[in-house]
């Protein structure tokens, strides 16, 4: 009879069970069974401790889904095309294992949590783990190699702190298809090892501190479909195995130490759809084959040292949106086939040397309306438009004369000054309202005009430039503010402040001719200072002042000593055709996507520009102070002159040194020998390290040549005058009084010396690339000269020759021409160097040396 009941109970029980589960009860008791195994629990409560993560309820089982587990439904699960905007806490189990009664965790997604701590060994756990994304948090410390046990898909570790080498023991990791470790501070080459990786599609490794090449290795990645390495110090040559990646769809390549030529083999890539390569170093190259690539959405080629003409197949491309071929040496006209381009929205062109007519196309409202364009800095010679910017398209400084009085000034070269010069101060507070600080009035700046545009003051006295779009958010602003309490002087100079995400020109504009001082603002306001991702931003940019460049990779964090903080950079200067320019530039470095997409680029605060003292002439009597400085350094500085007098004419004087003027004999005291600022030989010896030998650079006839780096970080080329030279000490006055007067791109800038006893030094701009002779004629590992590049040279040669004979104010034969005498910078634009021999000519007096060039 009982075992009658008993099975008459079971089935009964099994009844009301099922009902009451469809009814929503008894389910919790149902699930409470622990499912997912208790090595993988543990590794969980592991890693739960390692990264802070203090949310987790491991009183239910992990695999029930429960809010605690899953509570986001912004899954980014491979593969991945945009970033999360809300913090990610995803925990997802497959429970078809033995029969539906056990789990495995499969995938853990942690994106930001702003967790803390350092990646969990505790991972290697987790044994069915195919998908791991912790990106955008706080974690620190290096990546385990341990976890290249495990078989993931997907790896994303994006956006954190995480610092030493990528591990080799990733190349152990047979189903990996991508791998992102982007924005962290990963050092040292990528491991060869990797390219054993056949099944990898997807590698980022942009904004670390990687070096090295990119490994023969990587030629077996036969399914790769999209490569980043942008602001990386991975240097050689782009290899011409990318053509086995045949089904690659994305290459960036921008602000890494790579040289070109781009490969021809990139022809073969049909699949391209994004292509952005910028700042090679090199030799120039035409441009590069892609009339295959039809699918291309994006093209970037910016300061790559391309030469020749635009293709017309470009204007074919029926899917490009948008085509960046900006500061590099293209001529020829902007192909008709461009006004067919229906999807194009952004077309930058910038600093170039194209010429012929802007196509009418351009200025017709539809089309400028539509693409947002930037011509300028070019040499078109056709009709000019009526003002710099129209609509959406930049002209500024876009035609080739800077003397044709029928074009607006700003489309001119140099913005030229048309009314009398009647400036001598400059403050703008950039990105911000008019405000007045320490007396000044800083003027407004706070249009929110973006890409591609010209701005001019209301009257006249300043403008800028911008150029570019920020990629991945066509929506940003190009103004930053600051939602902090800032705890400093006159914040309300750095509460907003001027963005840009490639090229932002500064402009004063009918200044008078003279030496200023230059300061320029900088606090970085988009970042935190704390424990979260959004602290892990990294903008770096370079800066120009008159063409020169005094700032490269500069970060306003580090430099500032953290964000929310003050650095100010002073800079002494000459304006020498009444404007002065102010160049911040992009170069593909540093993060792009921190605490969002599209934060990058150029920031600035604020300018102020003033005459240096040695400038003014008159001095309000009530500043007191001042007159009491300015008087005993008048003091100091006869006595200085004195002992310089007294030892030119004990030293110089056995050596025949003087000029003739009219005829008449004339001592070297004559000469103006005003530079823009004298150093210290302290300072010199500073920067050179006592001139380590290490740093010597070359060998001139009058003495070495050595590699500096000033305080402030500006890299310099120091001349020391040989004391066995007879005739150095008067090539060093020739060369103070004729280079300082001068600025012209193609002459080598002279930004002071230095006199202490028997120390005579030269303080000059310091070119990477070292001579002409060098490249031709040196031995070793010496720069490759195509033909194309060699044209450039001879040009380059000629204008600044042209400026000294016919358009500076001194008439200048240099009489020692020759390749040693010709330096090169990193874009191989030659500068004209070593005055020391020069002979003027002058409407009112002939002064001549008596010397001839060497050989």
Known sequence: MGGSRRRFLLPLLLLM??????????????????????????????????????????????????????????????????????PVSNLTCDCSFKNHTECHVISLELMRQNLSGVLPEEVVNLTYLTNLDLSRNFIQGPIPASWASLPVFNLSLQDNCLSGTVPKELGRMPFLKSINLEGNQLEGPIPPELGNIISLERFFISANNITGELPSTFSRLTNMTDFRIDGTNISGRIPSFIKNWQRVNRIDMQGTLMSGPI??????????????????????????????????TKVVLRNCSIYGEIPDYLGQMQYLILMDLSFNRLTGQIPKSFGEMGALQYLYLTDNMLTGDLPGWMLKNKASNKVNMDVSYNNFTGNPPNECQQANVNMVSS?????????????????????????????????????????????????????????????????????????????????????????????????????????????????????????????????????????????IFDVFIQGTKVLKDFNIQDEAGGVHRVITKNFTTNITENTLEIHLYWGGKGTTGVPDRGVYGPLISAISVTQSSRNHHGISSSLMIIIIVAACLIVILAL???????????????????????????????????????????????????????????????????????????????????????????????????????????????????????????IYEFLENNSLGRALFGRGDQLKLDWPTRYNICLGTAKGLCYLHEESTLKIIHRDIKPSNILLDERLQPKISDFGLAKLNDDRARMSTRIAGTV
């Not at 070269?413 to 600080?437: M, Q, T, W």
């Not at 490639?502 to 001719?513: A, Q």
Request: proline share 5%; with cysteine; aromatic share 10%.
């Open 17 to 86: 069970l099922c009902a009451g589960c469809r009814n929503g009860r008894w389910c919790a008791a149902a699930a409470a069974a622990q499912r997912l195994p208790q090595q993988e629990v543990e590794a969980l409560m592991g890693i739960a401790r390692k990264l802070n993560k203090m949310d987790w309820d491991f009183t239910v089982d992990p695999c029930t889904g429960s809010k605690s587990w899953v509570n986001s439904s912004d899954s980014t699960s491979y593969p991945k095309s945009t970033y999360p905007k809300f």
């Open 399 to 539: 035609f080739s004369s800077s003397n044709n009085n029928l074009l607006r000034p700003c489309l001119r070269k140099n913005l030229p000054c048309i009314d009398k010069p009647r400036y001598s101060s400059l403050f703008i507070n950039c990105g911000g309202k008019r405000v007045e600080v320490d007396g000044n009035i800083y003027e407004d700046d706070s249009s929110r005009i973006g890409t591609s545009t010209f701005v001019l003051s209301d009257d006249r006295k300043w403008a800028y430039s911008s150029t570019g779009d920020f990629v991945g958010n066509p929506d940003a602003d190009y103004i930053a503010r600051n939602t902090s309490k800032l705890i400093l002087a006159n914040p309300e100079l750095y509460t907003e402040a001027r963005l840009s995400p490639l090229s932002l020109k500064y402009y004063g504009l009918c200044m008078e001719n003279g030496e200023y001082s230059v300061k320029l603002h900088f606090a970085e306001i988009m970042f935190t200072e704390d424990n979260t991702f959004s602290s892990n931003g990294k903008r």
């Open 263 to 296: 490969p021809p083999e990139i022809s073969l890539l049909k699949n391209l759809t994004e292509l952005r390569v910028t700042d090679l170093s090199g030799p120039s190259m035409k441009f590069p084959p892609l009339q295959y690539a039809q699918h291309l």
């Open 640 to 762: 200085i002159l004195c002992y310089i007098k007294f030892f030119w004419k004990n030293n110089l004087k056995g050596n025949g040194i003087h000029f003739f003027y009219h005829g008449r004999k004339t001592d070297t005291s004559d000469i103006q020998t005003r530079t823009q600022y004298f150093f210290s030989l302290k300072e010199i010896e500073s920067a050179t390290k006592h001139f380590d030998p290490a740093n010597k650079i070359g060998e001139g006839g009058f003495g070495p040549v050595y590699k500096g780096t000033l305080a402030n970080g500006t890299t310099v080329a120091v001349k020391k005058l040989s004391s066995q030279s007879s005739q150095g000490n008067r090539e060093f006055l020739n060369e103070i009084g004729i280079i300082s007067a001068l600025r012209h791109p193609n002459l080598v800038r002279l930004f002071g010396c230095c006199i202490d006893g028997e120390q005579l030094l030269l």
